[in-house]
């Protein structure tokens, strides 16, 4: 079975650009999940897909975030304008169920972000 | 509000000595409990989880885990070390206060090297 793929691995922009990463999850995974993990701390929630709809975007910065899950099954995470502070891995990773608390989430390979 | 606390920043062994990777909780209700592991410039590895019944979880790699519920804890163990088994892992918990969400609430970290 194929794991979560991720692209790109590493992209180093300057503040103010933009950039996007693409996710495509481990097939017929209802659930699509977006981290940021800074250096040295575990990773953080930033938003969460049930099929095509959001479930929790509450941790996502939306004045400069954006997402989306079109079809219910390969996402794009988007940072416009991007601050140095962006600066991260960014997993995306993808569980079977919709809402089982006890579904195991598969992680992505990450996409590491430098903003210089 | 759930959270999950890594006491060690990093943790040494031997090779062929048993390691103990400590992990306490603090949730309400009852927990759902994940350890995953890191290795450089790849995601998140899936390792074992703890849902309910037998405190002693077996995961991958020859990895278990015990829960215990008094202590709020959920250490990582394994009988014998290997160096290939240095890496950075996490205990994560699912957040049980954001609804039926998939949420997974992270500890910062540590890193297990395994010398030779």
């Known amino acids: 079975e194929a794991g979560v793929a991720q692209s790109p691995r590493y992209k180093i922009i300057e503040k103010r650009q933009s950039v996007a990463f693409w996710c495509n999850p481990i097939?017929?995974?209802?659930?699509l999940y977006w981290y940021q993990q800074i250096l040295g701390q575990g990773p953080k929630l930033l938003i969460q897909f049930q099929n095509n709809g959001v479930v929790d975007d509450s941790q996502l910065p939306k004045d400069r975030f954006s997402a989306e899950r079109l079809k219910g099954v390969d996402s794009t995470l988007k940072i416009q304008p991007a601050k140095l502070e962006d600066s991260a891995v960014y997993l995306c990773a993808s569980s079977l169920r919709a809402g089982g608390r006890s579904d195991t989430q598969y992680f992505g390979p990450g996409t590491r972000l430098t903003v210089l | 509000a759930q959270s999950v606390a890594q006491p060690e920043d990093q943790v040494n062994v031997a090779e062929g000595n048993p390691l103990t990777v400590k992990c306490t909780y603090s949730?309400?209700?009852?927990?759902?409990l994940f350890w995953y592991v890191q290795y450089p410039n790849r995601g998140l590895q899936f390792l074992l989880k703890y849902i309910t019944g037998d405190n002693l979880v077996k995961g991958s790699y020859g990895f278990e885990a015990e829960f215990n519920k008094s202590q709020t804890s959920f250490h990582l163990k394994k009988p014998s070390a290997l160096v290939s088994d240095s890496a950075l892992y996490f205990c994560?918990?699912?957040?049980?206060?954001?609804?039926?969400?998939?949420?997974?609430?992270f500890g910062q970290g540590t890193t297990l090297q395994v010398k030779p």
């Open positions: 994560a918990v699912r957040d049980m206060d954001s609804g039926n969400t998939g949420k997974l609430i």
């Open positions: 949730v309400s209700g009852n927990p759902y």
């Open positions: 097939s017929g995974h209802a659930t």
